[in-house]
């Protein structure tokens, strides 16, 4: 009925939009997650969600249910609504649609593999931010919002069985795959794209936009340069199934090592996985990537 509504307004009412879509969306989600918890936890869910006791199983059960609620209907509904508004009738999203060759998946899972020591590497770079003295308020506030996040992280990933891992797979991996691609790289940067008219620009503000959103400040430059990677391959194929697969790959990297963390298969943590490696693998890491994302490149100015 609403089918390409607003497919003729510029790009900057499509930003607001957008802005107003997942605003609305997001208030839906959290209030819709609390209702649904009520019966549960009775009228002192919102006490405890925002002053969680991260070792009470039942208490991170509600963050997950939640977290669940927020990605799916506060983000991935508002993108998908969006494009139900402001792509014309007449015409198909083919971003879903086009197709692209099982080489260029496969490339783009091994390119988020080969990137793990050079990612590795940025998050220790950013670890030593450090900001001026007459900015201590925002250094520790940001700090804060750090330590709120990895706390977060770390009562998600504290699981050992198969039902957990699948949870998190869910929550951690399928969902902000394709959540946050569709939303930051299929919707925003194709409107910052029409605005500026330059695919750079597109790319470099949704994938700022992206990182900056998590609110974890001193994770910001390697998921900064993730985005801008997950932008890149989205313009140059037309495709978003390139960056849901890449996106995929490192969060499920990053469950799977702690999960065979806690169950003793392995010694290294997701928050060490690809950290403190010798220089030379992570040169050798940044030309592998380097090498892979110009040979997609090739391939995709070919099809």
């Given at each position: 009925?609403?089918?390409?509504?607003?497919?003729?307004?510029?790009?900057?009412?499509?930003?607001?939009?957008?802005?107003?879509?997942?605003?609305?969306?997001?208030?839906?989600?959290?209030?819709?997650?609390?209702?649904?918890?009520?019966?549960?936890?009775?009228?002192?869910?919102?006490?405890?969600?925002?002053?969680?006791?991260?070792?009470?199983?039942?208490?991170?059960?509600?963050?997950?249910?939640?977290?669940?609620?927020?990605?799916?209907?506060?983000?991935?509904?508002?993108?998908?609504?969006?494009?139900?508004?402001?792509?014309?009738?007449?015409?198909?999203?083919?971003?879903?649609?086009?197709?692209?060759?099982?080489?260029?998946?496969?490339?783009?899972?091994?390119?988020?593999?080969?990137a793990q020591p050079f990612i590795g590497w940025t998050s220790e770079l950013n670890s030593y931010l450090s900001l001026p003295g007459w900015l201590a308020p925002v250094e520790e506030w940001m700090k804060g919002k750090e330590k709120i996040g990895a706390d977060i992280t770390e009562a998600f990933l504290a699981t050992t069985t198969a039902g957990g891992l699948t949870v998190n797979l869910l929550m951690i991996v399928v969902l902000p795959a394709f959540a946050e691609e569709v939303l930051f790289?299929?919707?925003?940067?194709?409107?910052?794209?029409?605005?500026?008219?330059?695919?750079?620009?597109?790319?470099?503000?949704?994938?700022?936009?992206?990182?900056?959103?998590?609110?974890?400040?001193?994770?910001?430059?390697?998921?900064?340069?993730?985005?801008?990677?997950?932008?890149?391959?989205?313009?140059?194929?037309?495709?978003?199934?390139?960056p849901i697969a890449a996106h995929f790959t490192n969060n499920f990297l990053s469950v799977m090592v702690e999960f065979l963390f806690r169950k003793g298969i392995i010694h290294t943590n997701s928050d060490n996985f690809g950290m403190n490696n010798p220089l030379l693998l992570t040169v050798f890491s940044l030309a592998a990537v380097t090498a892979i994302l110009y040979s997609m490149y090739r391939q995709t100015r070919q099809t």
């Open positions: 009925m609403f089918r390409g509504l607003y497919s003729n307004l510029n790009p900057i009412s499509k930003l607001f939009l957008l802005i107003t879509l997942v605003l609305s969306f997001m208030l839906f989600s959290a209030l819709f997650g609390i209702l649904i918890l009520v019966p549960f936890y009775g009228s002192g869910i919102t006490g405890i969600l925002s002053s969680p006791d991260f070792s009470d199983s039942s208490v991170i059960t509600a963050l997950k249910v939640i977290q669940i609620f927020n990605m799916a209907a506060g983000l991935l509904l508002p993108a998908l609504f969006y494009l139900w508004l402001s792509t014309p009738k007449e015409e198909k999203y083919t971003a879903f649609s086009l197709k692209v060759s099982p080489a260029l998946v496969l490339s783009a899972i091994v390119l988020v593999i080969v790289r299929g919707v925003l940067a194709k409107i910052i794209r029409d605005w500026t008219k330059s695919i750079h620009f597109a790319v470099l503000i949704s994938a700022f936009i992206f990182a900056a959103i998590h609110l974890q400040f001193y994770g910001f430059l390697p998921r900064f340069l993730l985005g801008v990677a997950f932008g890149y391959l989205f313009f140059w194929s037309g495709s978003l199934w390139l």
